[in-house]
């Protein structure tokens, strides 16, 4: 059974840190592009932080970057996403997805990896999610 799931996520105070976890099963994260969306209620899906495992770029957004670090481990067939100094305004579900990058057909002056996380692209698998709850 093919499918992603992600676990870590919780109850942290602000300033705290989480690590997040993204399995795939049934299938290998090789030459896949993987990206960690969140959603708050009532706000639009954000990409935050993607990873290619064709070339290793990575893409962080501007509200993440310096706090989240997204990592490969490929003998685990996992990503993981390491979150620190953690705002209020970090509070979401957290959700992977997955998408093959040689499938992808480019978009003009921005990388793959990047194209993902800016939702440019339909994903091929997606996880349930986890919730990640910033709260002092």
């Known amino acids: 059974q093919v499918q992603l799931v992600e676990s870590g996520g919780g109850l942290v105070q602000p300033g705290g840190s989480l690590r997040l976890s993204c399995a795939a099963s049934?299938?290998?994260?090789?030459?896949?592009?993987i990206g960690w969306f969140r959603q708050a209620p009532g706000q639009e899906r954000e990409g935050v932080s993607c990873?290619?495992?064709?070339?290793?770029?990575?893409y962080y957004a501007d509200s993440v970057k310096g706090r989240f670090t997204i990592s490969s481990d490929n003998a685990k067939n996992t990503v993981f996403l390491e979150i620190n100094n953690l705002k209020p305004e970090d509070t979401a579900v957290y959700s992977c997805?997955?998408?093959?990058?040689?499938?992808?057909?480019?978009?003009?002056?921005?990388?793959?990896?990047?194209?993902?996380?800016?939702?440019?692209?339909?994903?091929?698998?997606w996880g349930k999610g986890t919730l990640v709850t910033v709260s002092s």
């Open positions: 049934g299938f290998s994260l090789d030459n896949y592009i």
């Open positions: 997805a997955a998408t093959n990058a040689r499938a992808l057909v480019p978009v003009r002056g921005i990388t793959p990896v990047q194209a993902v996380c800016q939702d440019l692209y339909d994903m091929d698998y």
């Open positions: 990873f290619s495992n064709r070339d290793g770029r990575t």
